[in-house]
């Protein structure tokens, strides 16, 4: 397993004398406005990325919210952020990782090895006196990345439904016991399935717990293989990316609530 974080004090040091490709994915849900948040203020010479459109293939209830782009169209989209064939690469938003990790996962999948999230996402690095851009960058000059997918490991539904180890929802607690359900078909929860919310890898400031402190929090879940989900597998990719600085491999599950709470072949749980 490589680094998967990087602080704001180590990516300004080591902008002094290495290029590294930024990617500026501010994403919500609920909040369309990350390419005006982009031009307000970015880090200097980050691209910005839409989730929406080059991080995932086109919603359906059959596949999901957000399902993964074909490995070409990813591929397409990373020559035109720039990427060129071992480019180190900083993805970044301003939710303390939680859409950001999505591109991580996926460039990972896609066969790059020196992808990194910014720790504590923009907020940390303006604290640590990082200069911000503001309005629209410079087309980068296109790369010539090849991306092969299959570098990080992936579950479909029927998987998950007989997964040999611990399956992790990583949605709100309430989400998980079936109190609330702002925007699926079906409240609940896989049969089977531990909570362990994604926001509580996070520290006050939005920032990754320490290593050692990951490891406790994910322990009565090992040993034995871990598959991930979340609403849409957007979220679940911050759950693998914290798993992952812990030194514990997962699996993601891609299609997650989204997909399974509208098959009405799928049980669902409710309560603890």
């Not at 410079?138 to 490991?153: C, F, H, I, T």
């Not at 717990?209 to 597998?233: D, H, K, Q, W």
């Not at 992952?244 to 609530?257: H, M, N, Q």
Request: charged share 20%; with cysteine.
């Amino acid at each position: 397993m490589g680094a998967v974080l990087i602080s704001a004090e180590e990516l300004r040091e080591a902008l002094a004398d290495k290029k590294f490709r930024l990617l500026d994915v501010r994403w919500a849900l609920g909040d369309p406005d990350g390419p005006q948040h982009y031009l307000a203020g970015h880090i200097p010479g980050a691209v910005f990325v839409d989730l929406e459109t080059e991080l995932a293939a086109p919603p359906s209830p059959a596949r999901g919210r957000h399902p993964l782009p074909d490995i070409t169209h990813l591929e397409k989209c990373a020559r035109s952020w720039g990427i060129r064939a071992g480019d180190p690469v900083v993805v970044y938003d301003a939710t303390g990782g939680m859409a950001a990790a999505r591109a991580w996962w996926l460039l990972r999948w896609g066969g790059l090895a020196d992808v990194r999230i910014l720790d504590g996402g923009l907020p940390a690095w303006t604290v640590a006196g990082g200069d911000l851009a503001t309005g629209a960058e410079s087309d980068p000059e296109p790369g010539d990345v090849e991306l092969r997918a299959g570098g990080m490991p992936v579950a479909d539904a029927d998987a998950v439904a007989t997964w040999p180890g611990v399956v992790l929802d990583a949605r709100a607690a309430e989400r998980y016991r079936g109190e609330v359900e702002p925007i699926d078909p079906k409240a609940g929860h896989i049969p089977g399935a531990r909570s362990a919310p994604t926001s509580e890898n996070l520290d006050a400031d939005g920032k990754f717990l320490p290593a050692e402190a990951l490891r406790t929090r994910f322990a009565p879940f090992t040993p034995g293989p871990i598959a991930v989900y979340c609403g849409s597998g957007v979220t679940a990719a911050h759950q693998i990316a914290a798993l992952e600085s812990a030194g514990i491999p997962a699996t993601l599950y891609p299609g997650s609530w989204s997909q399974w709470s509208n098959d009405p072949k799928r049980p669902v749980a409710t309560g603890d």
